[in-house]
């Protein structure tokens, strides 16, 4: 099921990449926009914060008073702080999907996972708090069937909700401490949004620069367009009979009408139950494939490459363990994916080398140097007329499916693992009319960082440099996700139509 | 040029389905919290019952067992009684409880909070607390007529110190009837 949804997901990323390139593409940085919105909230609460009267009978006017009197940046101040902060349950909703749906939470990647739980509840706990502080009818709505929600545990001895039986009720004291855990809990989402990346290297948590000044110019617009507004003064002697709801952050509130205050504990606390045991609930094929990576010692000279190159921080440099004065990689191997962009890194990872059993420094059980040129010959070999030779990646498009007698082709589980010297080796041969390497787009690579370090150091800006003296014109590097196999095709067919015109 | 203009129209429409989403949902629809004709009674008290049983003088021998600074001749228990609590609405019973007092020694209040939800209109409200175990019946009673239009908060609470019920909210004509203290009906 998960594939088929995956298939559907493709298909919208597919159009999305055609309005705004791969790099460009939302889907691919829901993460990244997540942080983004959180920044921009946090920046207009400063600012709503130094006008903001924290007691309870002057916090509705000083909203008010910013709303109206200086709505040209207090006004919109006041809407981006609401839409960012709707946007964010919409990006980090759907960033959630989207990681469960592409499997991204098996393996190592479950700390990632499990730490981004328990944050959906700092997130919805700063916004409902937020909504609060405004107290005005909305607030009451919440804060009384807040109150009422939590006096269900049985913790709180005596009833929260006491607190709003009338307006005299409401104590100034409550209030500021209000207005603390609004700036508290947000400040804990940050924290926790800090561990939730801490185990990937060179995590992206600003969106690309187009795409940031394009959602925040959309959010200005909105922000102008239908300014956030507050809902008429609370007054406790009444009942809010009717509220326009902020459906993204108070959508369980129904619920607390429809199944009671009990009900809805046992469904939140069974859905993040849920979540969290996701990577063990579905953990996937455990095969020698997700063997960790494995390090040579006597064909490792301590370079480093693989050691900056690793997405997940799993490398990391010790002295060697029989050679004095060099260095020498060790892998965690609770910390490996199994990617397979270390032995792409390797600089003795070259199938040149006239050794009696071809081993690199750092290499994947499942898929080691010497089969990585077994394989490629084997391809190669299968047919004898002038080819096109074609190395993909398992979580791309999967060029195994256009394989024929002129395009040959080798999937490997991430296109980072490709050593550049392999494209050399297979460019050389005189009937290989060109080199095509593709795998996911870089803002979307399955393992983070294979596909841009792949580009880089085919373009010479990342060791191992691609060096051929077949000529760098018959390499492409194009890169094509699971949808994009037309994109692949074409140019195949050009590659095809160039070796023809050359014959 | 032709790319250019589609890929602008596809962002303009991507970014305008997502603040769309966005503004569409917050706020959103409206939502009926009461239904229409309705108005709301929260009773809510926290009060500390009597003593669950009276004090009592030690006898010599148990004084005898005790630390000499510990010899006090009279003994109370810090149990408090359990409240009972009933609310009737034109004369049908709509909320009855035991409430027992809060801590492992139950020596703490007591406390409830209820939320009821009434035809809008006038009522004929009796609300009764019994907070002494020692003593048979109820201790506190009032009953009260009250108008209440749709969507108004009727707040019955009690104040220990008066020995009474509160009513705020709604219109209240003068009190009818009450006793806060002594006996039972």
Request: aromatic share 10%; proline share 6%.
């Amino acid at each position: 099921m998960l594939s088929a949804l995956a298939a559907g997901l493709h298909r919208v990323e597919g159009l999305f990449d055609r309005a705004f390139e791969a790099r460009f593409n939302p889907w691919y940085q829901l993460g990244a926009l997540g942080f983004f919105f959180f920044w921009v909230a946090t920046v207009s609460g400063v600012y709503l914060f130094i006008f903001f009267d924290t007691a309870i009978v002057g916090a509705f006017e000083s909203v008010e008073r910013i709303t109206h009197e200086q709505w040209y940046l207090g006004g919109v101040m006041r809407s981006l702080h609401r839409y960012a902060s709707g946007a964010m349950v919409v990006t980090v909703t759907l960033h959630l999907i989207r990681e469960f749906v592409l499997g991204r939470f098996r393996g190592v990647r479950w700390f990632s996972w499990l730490s981004g739980v328990p944050l959906l509840w700092l997130l919805f706990a700063a916004g409902i708090g937020g909504y609060w502080l405004v107290w005005d009818r909305l607030a009451q709505f919440i804060a009384v069937a807040t109150s009422e929600w939590i006096d269900w545990l049985p913790m709180f001895g005596d009833t929260l909700a006491r607190n709003f039986l009338t307006d005299r009720s409401v104590s100034d004291r409550l209030f500021s401490l209000l207005v603390y855990l609004h700036i508290a809990i947000p400040l804990f989402l940050l924290i926790g949004m800090f561990i939730h990346v801490k185990r990937m290297k060179l995590a992206r948590t600003t969106p690309a620069r187009r795409l940031l000044y394009g959602t925040l110019a959309a959010l200005v617009v909105l922000s102008i367009v239908r300014p956030a507004v507050s809902a008429g003064p609370a007054d406790l002697s009444t009942t809010v009979a009717i509220v326009e709801l902020d459906w993204l952050y108070l959508n369980t509130y129904p619920l607390l009408d429809s199944l009671g205050a009990g009900e809805v504990w046992g469904l939140l606390v069974s859905i993040t139950t849920l979540l969290a045991v996701v990577p063990w609930l579905f953990p996937g094929e455990q095969s020698i494939e997700a063997a960790p990576a494995v390090v040579n010692p006597a064909n490792c000279n301590g370079c480093g490459w693989c050691f900056k190159d690793c997405p997940y921080e799993a490398i990391t440099m010790t002295p060697h363990s029989y050679k004095p004065e060099l260095r020498q990689a060790v892998v965690d191997p609770d910390l490996c994916t199994a990617c397979g962009i270390c032995e792409g890194s390797c600089p003795s990872a070259t199938p040149f080398r006239n050794v009696a059993e071809l081993v690199s420094g750092i290499e994947m059980p499942a898929f080691p140097l010497d089969r990585l040129r077994l394989e490629t010959e084997r391809a190669l070999a299968a047919s004898n007329v002038p080819v096109v030779f074609v190395f993909g990646c398992e979580r791309a498009f999967a060029v195994t499916g256009i394989e024929s007698t002129d395009v040959r082709c080798l999937s490997l589980p991430c296109i980072g693992m490709l050593p550049p010297s392999f494209a050399d080796y297979v460019a050389r041969q005189d009937r290989v009319a060109g080199v095509l390497v593709t795998g996911c787009p870089p803002a979307d690579c399955y393992f983070r960082k294979g596909s841009e370090w792949t580009e880089q150091r085919f373009k010479g800006d990342r060791m191992p440099h691609l060096r051929t003296l077949a000529g760098k014109s018959k390499v492409r590097v194009l890169w094509a996700a699971a949808h994009e196999g037309e994109v692949l095709e074409r140019v195949l067919r050009t590659m095809r139509t160039a070796r023809e015109d050359a014959a | 040029m032709k790319t250019v203009v589609f890929r602008s129209l596809g962002q303009l429409v991507a970014f305008a389905m997502f603040i769309g989403l966005v503004g569409a949902l917050a706020p959103g629809p409206a939502y009926r919290h009461l239904d229409a004709g309705l108005a709301t009674i929260k009773l809510s008290l926290r009060h500390a019952g009597a003593p669950i049983a009276p004090c009592r003088e030690r006898t010599a021998e148990e004084l005898a067992q005790l630390a000499p600074n510990m010899r006090q001749s009279t003994v109370c228990p810090r149990e408090r009684s359990p409240l009972v609590l009933e609310l009737a609405l034109d004369d049908r019973v709509v909320f009855d409880a035991t409430l027992l007092p809060r801590g492992i020694h139950r020596d703490g209040r007591a406390s409830v909070y209820q939320r009821l939800s009434v035809p809008a209109g006038d009522i004929d409200v009796k609300v009764r607390l019994k907070d002494d175990a020692r003593i048979e019946g109820y201790q506190y009673q009032r009953t009260q007529r009250v108008k209440l239009a749709p969507a108004d908060v009727l707040v019955i609470d009690f104040d220990a110190e008066r020995g009474d019920f509160v009513f705020d909210g709604g219109s209240l004509p003068p009190r009818t009837m009450g006793h806060p203290a002594g006996g039972a009906e």
